[in-house]
T-cell receptor, first 116, second 114 residues
Framework: KNQVEQSPQSLIILEGKNCTLQ??????????LRWYKQDTGRGPVSLTI?????NTKSNGRYTATLDADTKQSSLHITASQLSDSASYIC???????????????FGKGTHLIIQP | EAQVTQNPRYLITVTGKKLTVTCSQN?????MSWYRQDPGLGLRQIYY???????DKGDVPEGYKVSRKEKRNFPLILESPSPNQTSLYFC?????????????FGPGTRLTVL
């Protein structure tokens, strides 16, 4: 069964500090992995997407890494800001060769709180 | 502005009273989808549509209906809502069915069924 596990469930850090969120998956066959940021009361917004051949992707202060061998990804946030307080969701895709849509498996998210 | 809109944003209703949550996108996207988000369970796909008149079940379709008569609209219908359908609902759209196409999410509809 395809699964995506994220850790920690929640995290509190001080403004200006760095943090790393983890995503482990058992999805097969792997197509790509995307990280979303979801502000409270809003819809998720894509931060990065990585395919099998990519092992790092940056978007400003956000850097995602992917180890396809161990099926692990991380999202590193540098010099955190109050606006980084949100839930971060890892989504792993399966590419189907037929005519249907790709399958998406969502993690439950990490709730990050940045304290001043 | 490119966006996905949902209405209503908040809805409180009673068991058994039919309701429709509308979803519209202005990006000419082919693919649209509905999700529900519950604490501790994350986002789960209800239904999706790959194009006009083409819809398919997601992971949790029971108790829901959808239609795709026009490319821009994808309403979610609850014929007889029950309390276990109390949730936060998101509509999303993307340019195509391949997952490298980014999904754009609407602002969400918080539904409470009493």
């Amino acid at each position: 069964k395809n699964q995506v596990e994220q850790s920690p469930q929640s995290l509190i850090i001080l403004e200006g500090k760095n943090c790393t969120l983890q995503c482990n998956y058992t999805v097969s066959p792997f197509s790509n992995l995307r990280w979303y940021k979801q502000d409270t009361g809003r819809g998720p917004v894509s931060l990065t997407i990585m395919t099998f051949s990519e092992n790092t992707k940056s978007n400003g202060r956000y850097t995602a890494t992917l180890d396809a061998d161990t099926k692990q990804s991380s999202l590193h946030i540098t010099a955190s800001q109050l606006s980084d307080s949100a839930s971060y969701i890892c989504v792993v895709s399966v590419m189907y060769s037929g005519g249907g849509a790709d399958g998406l498996t969502f993690g439950k998210g990490t709730h990050l709180i940045i304290q001043p | 502005e490119a966006q996905v809109t949902q209405n209503p944003r908040y809805l409180i209703t009673v068991t058994g009273k039919k309701l429709t949550v509308t979803c519209s996108q202005n990006m000419n996207h082919e693919y649209m989808s509905w999700y529900r988000q519950d604490p501790g369970l994350g986002l789960r796909q209800i239904y999706y549509s790959m194009n006009v008149e083409v819809t398919d079940k997601g992971d949790v379709p029971e108790g829901y209906k959808v239609s795709r008569k026009e490319k821009r609209n994808f309403p979610l219908i609850l014929e007889s809502p029950s309390p276990n359908q109390t949730s936060l609902y998101f509509c999303a759209s993307s340019a195509g069915t391949r997952s490298y196409n980014e999904q754009f999410f609407g602002p969400g509809t918080r539904l409470t069924v009493l």
